[in-house]
């Protein structure tokens, strides 16, 4: 199985404090991205990366920013938690394009 | 903004039974992805397409990408319950990879 982790598994916050969720892979992979998955809609890609501190936005990514300043470490932050960003929270990366994304476990954030 | 529209969003049948799960777009991708997510786990990858009329069969499962490289389906042959689960579609949009809703099956013996 491919090496991708985040971290904190488990998190809850207050409403307007800022919140960092960590991604980090061993496999080398390019591409990494951060989902959100909540009830009836999926996975929604928030932010992704295509390579150390070339990223884009997807779409649904307002009130989140990220950074990656190594290959292997991709770091979601929200800037001032609000209670419809309470969600679970996954990373993936994969290699090259049409490769097969890696996932890692999920985050589940509740904003109180 | 490419989107995925799966259907339908739940389907429940019994053991045995067939079933096939849509995945259409009014974008062309360069490749389409199936995957399938259990309670409380990530996604796992079942298979990609890359050709237009491509069809690929993983045991009971069979997956076909449209001549236009715009839909996918997935048939399901006598589905069983080890079948239940979340199955996602994604489409390869060069950097950024774009899921469908997905489809929550549920067989029951």
């Known amino acids: 199985d491919a090496g991708i982790t985040q971290s904190p598994r488990h998190k809850v916050t207050e409403t307007g404090t800022p919140v960092t969720l960590r991604c980090h892979q061993t496999?080398?992979?390019?591409?990494m991205y951060w989902y959100r998955q909540d009830p009836g809609h999926g996975l929604r890609l928030i932010h992704y990366?295509?390579?150390?501190?070339?990223?884009d936005k997807g779409e649904v990514s307002d009130g989140y920013s990220v950074s990656r300043s190594k290959t292997e470490d991709f770091l979601l932050t929200l800037e001032s938690a609000t209670s419809s960003q309470t969600s679970v929270y996954f990373c993936?990366?994969?290699?090259?394009?049409?490769?097969?994304?890696?996932f890692g476990q999920g985050t589940r954030l509740t904003v109180v | 903004t490419q989107l995925l529209e799966q259907s339908p969003q739940f389907l429940s049948i019994q053991e045995g039974e067939n079933l096939t799960v849509y995945c259409n777009s009014s974008?062309?991708?360069?490749?389409l992805q199936w995957y399938r997510q259990e309670p409380g786990e990530g996604p796992v990858l079942l298979v990609t397409?890359?050709?237009?009329?491509e069809v690929k069969k993983l045991k009971r499962l069979t997956f076909q990408f449209g001549d236009a490289r715009k839909d996918s389906s997935l048939h399901i042959t006598a589905a069983q319950p080890g079948d239940t689960g979340l199955y996602l579609c994604?489409?390869?949009?060069?950097?950024?990879?774009?899921f469908g809703k997905g489809t929550t099956l549920s067989v029951s013996s």
């Open positions: 993936a990366s994969k290699g090259t394009s049409g490769a097969e994304a890696f």
């Open positions: 496999e080398n992979h390019r591409y």
């Open positions: 990366s295509y390579g150390v501190k070339d990223t």
């Open positions: 974008s062309v991708f360069s490749s």
């Open positions: 397409v890359v050709t237009g009329g």
């Open positions: 994604a489409g390869d949009a060069g950097t950024a990879l774009i």
